[in-house]
């Protein structure tokens, strides 16, 4: 008993001194509010940010180099504190809100991938505008003073569509090598950094900019975050690769292709900059990924929770003497989420020690993620598991259970108290620690319920990096508002198959097998397949052996009653039986056969990274290859409001499909079906200061598509779980009416409602444990 009336006795001292300290800082401080004029524009693109400016310091007076198993700044030892923040899952209009925020949490550090297919979606279309702006985002780094690690392929792995890689690339006959020294490979990725490389070296650290490392090789490896810390059991299935390629060591031993792209890199930015790799902290991977020599610096990652130092020892045998300082540079702060799985979420406490474990020897650390963002529009990726057919896609939110979390939120237990060590000097840090040590061991953890959320997590972590944290920070600004628009009512606009009559015959793509979704430009989205076959009088089985990665499988009789209605048979996806039976038909005339193939994510990680999307085998009717097919894309990244005027799809490459205005819809009474069908509401926005994020709850509701004034949110998917609610950020809402699009491919919600509220939501599904199913 007096042990603990000590204990009482010191905590409240050490209150009262913090609160006497507190009451002269201003901690919080809201960052300025986000103006009209910085809403989404609705142009196909977002506007670019700001017009680029670098420093006129010469690089004689910065340098940015290793030496003494350090990293040296300007001629002081210099320890990296970063975190991941990748622009292209924030809107531009909120790159400095997620930056400001990782500041003020103390970090001094970004580090961000540049994913080829978001630059490059189309052969030598080149894209560097809005949220691809990627220069406006380097330039705002250095206008907060933080550095950046800059990791710009050609792979990179990070949950995105095909690691990176532009979908076109699986088109290119004979088949390319990716990852290789395969010469025609090669001369694509010349080209490509041959763009990219250029742009960037005006922001390298010697010559004004914020660069003070670039990625040479993303080399994958398998990195299992232990399942005992994990709020999700089973995660030991799931991989994170990564660098001058990403983390190479676990997937090849290319050493030819490793020379070509460091040589490339030097070209173009010289011999100043820091080129590096990363690679599990195995001796094979290191082994498979580095380049021994002082010529590309060899970092690690490894599974959070292993003893760093034995790996940062194995580091430096993989490095020139005294050119390995200790740097983990993805430091896993969560771990992300496959639908069909509970959301995944770490142990707070066991995560701060692992990173006290790296600082408390003056060993550097990048937090991996430190804001996750969102998997807007088709750019998920996705995981294998045992077999090319054990596919995981990764849901739309890309919240990581990071320190920041998907909308920006860090007014909570975790990061206050982090923001609050990262305002302290180390004097009143140590007071500070020594309060929040005294304040967690008299805290208990319900482990029995595994319920460790974030203010836990982040209690813990202020220890940590407010202890190795002296510079002068930003405050800590609060959260951005979130509101919810409350009920949308729905009205079903058409079906997918009425608009089929509008397409341009010259946009379909006739072959005499089906091709894939590559093969014919649409790259992602879904694809429709249409063949016909003579129908007899008992039930035909239907065979398609290989299908990536959803399909619906439809048919229609033209002479019957419902001669413009197709029926729903069944589904076939690369998990399921791959086998459905067509049922017995009385029909005069031949049959239709629609098979709607959905594109849910490439698979980014691993030996099935070649992952083409559609019919990728024959098709066989009753044992006999079925020929003679029709293909018709259906993109839907900029869908118009189907009620009130032309339905327009805007597809790949320009082409659109278009609804006479003559047309009337024949069903306007809600009525649902199986058959995939537009829906469209709205909800006004009174009061222009009244504009804030919101979530959409698609409850009720199947699988499909969201777009809100012609900005694609997403997939949803509540019936699968667990992701319920899309993020939808304040930039893309307008004062006034604000119009909501989806394409829903199974059940409507019967009353076709939907609801605006203020919150996520990661409970949905059935799945009560990661079990996969698809």
């Known amino acids: ?82 975190g991941d923040l990748h622009y292209f899952r924030v809107l531009p209009q909120y790159w400095e809100d997620r930056l400001v925020r990782a500041k003020a949490m103390g970090l001094n550090t970004i580090q961000t991938y540049v994913p080829w297919n978001l630059h490059e979606p189309q052969p030598g279309k080149l894209v560097f505008e809005g949220i691809a702006d990627l220069l406006s985002f380097l330039q705002l780094c250095h206008k907060l003073d933080l550095l950046v690690m800059l990791r710009p392929g050609p792979y990179i792995c990070g949950e995105w569509d095909l690691g990176g890689f532009p979908a076109w690339l699986l088109a290119i006959k004979p088949a390319l090598k990716l990852r290789s020294s395969d010469p025609a490979y090669l001369q694509l990725v010349d080209n490509w950094w041959g763009i990219l490389l250029p742009k960037v070296a005006p922001f390298l650290y010697n010559n004004g900019g914020p660069i003070i490392m670039v990625q040479s090789v993303n080399v994958e490896n398998d990195v299992d975050l232990i399942d005992d810390h994990l709020q999700t059991p089973g995660m030991l299935q799931m991989f994170l690769l990564e660098e001058i390629e990403n983390e190479f060591g676990s997937y090849g031993d290319d050493k030819a292709y490793l020379h070509h792209l460091v040589k490339l890199a030097r070209r173009h930015l010289g011999d100043g900059i820091i080129l590096y790799t990363t ?122 259970d990071a320190p920041i979390t998907e909308s920006g939120d860090v007014d909570n237990e975790k990061f206050n108290d982090c ?140 002479s019957g009653v419902s001669s413009t209605r197709p029926t729903h048979v069944g589904s076939i996806d690369r998990l399921s039986s791959k086998k459905l039976g067509l049922p017995n038909a009385k029909c005069a005339s031949n049959i239709s056969l629609f098979v709607l193939v959905e594109n849910m994510g490439r698979v980014n990680y691993g030996p099935y990274i070649f992952d083409n999307k559609g019919i990728l085998s024959s098709v066989y009717l009753d044992g006999r290859i079925l020929h003679r097919w029709k293909m018709i894309s259906i993109p839907f990244q900029n869908l118009n409001e189907v ?62 598509i969201a777009v809100v004034n012609d900005f694609n949110i997403g997939r949803y998917w509540p019936s699968f779980g667990p992701q319920c609610n899309l993020y939808v950020p304040a930039p893309i809402l307008r004062h006034g009416k604000n119009v909501l699009v989806i394409l829903e491919l199974e059940s409507p919600n019967p009353e076709l409602v939907i609801h605006s509220v203020d919150h996520p939501d990661f409970t949905c599904g059935s799945s009560k444990s990661s079990l996969h199913q698809l």
């Open 643 to 704: 009620p009130k005027i032309n339905p327009i799809l805007q597809v790949a490459h320009s082409r659109s499909i278009t609804v006479s205005t003559q047309t009337k819809l024949k069903d306007q009474s809600g009525n649902v079906s199986e058959v995939p069908a537009f829906f469209t509401g709205h909800f006004f926005i009174e009061d222009a200061n009244q504009i804030h994020d919101t979530f959409i709850s698609f409850s009720g509701w199947g699988k499909g």
């Open 279 to 400: 690679d599990g902290g195995s001796r094979g991977n290191l082994e498979n990924g580095t380049i021994r020599g002082d010529a590309v610096f060899s970092a690690v990652d490894f599974t959070t929770g292993d003893d760093p130092w034995p790996i940062f020892k194995l580091q430096k045998e993989f490095n020139a003497p005294g050119k390995s300082p200790p740097l983990s540079s993805e430091f896993y702060t969560g771990w992300l989420t496959h639908w069909g799985e509970k959301n995944a979420k770490t142990d707070a406490g066991f995560t701060a020690s692992a990173l006290e474990k790296i600082l408390a020897r003056n060993g550097s650390a990048v937090l991996y993620m430190v804001h996750g963002g969102t998997n807007f529009g088709f750019y998920n990726g996705a995981n294998t598991g045992v077999d090319e057919s054990d596919y995981k896609p990764d849901i739309t939110s890309y919240d990581y």
């Open 419 to 558: 923001g609050l060590c990262c305002h302290l000097s180390l004097t009143e840090s140590i007071i500070h620690n020594a309060y929040l040590k005294t304040l967690i061991a008299n805290t208990s953890v319900d482990n029995s319920s595994r319920k460790f959320q974030s203010p836990e997590k982040f209690l813990r972590a202020a220890q940590v990096i407010g202890l190795y944290t002296a510079a002068s920070l930003p405050s800590v600004p609060s959260d951005n508002g979130k509101t919810g628009y409350g009920r949308i009512q729905l009205q079903k606009t058409d079906s997918l198959f009425g608009l089929l009559d509008m397409i341009n015959p010259a946009d379909v793509i006739e072959s005499e097998n089906p091709l894939s979704m590559e093969s014919v430009g649409q790259m992602f989205g879904f694809l429709l397949y249409v063949s016909e076959y003579t129908p007899k009088n008992d039930e035909s089985i239907l065979f398609i052996p290989e299908v990536h990665d959803g399909a619906q499988v439809f048919t229609l009789c033209h």
């Open 1 to 82: 008993m007096a042990r603990k009336s000590r204990t009482k006795t010191t905590l409240f001292l050490l209150l009262i001194s913090l609160i006497a300290f507190l009451a002269i800082i201003p901690v919080f401080a809201p960052l300025p509010s986000l103006s009209s004029s910085s809403h989404y524009s609705h142009s196909p693109r977002l506007r670019h940010h700001r017009k680029v400016v670098i420093s006129n310091v010469t690089a004689k007076t910065r340098l940015f180099k290793i030496d003494d198993d350090k990293f040296w700044k300007d001629g002081e030892p210099f320890r990296i504190i970063g």
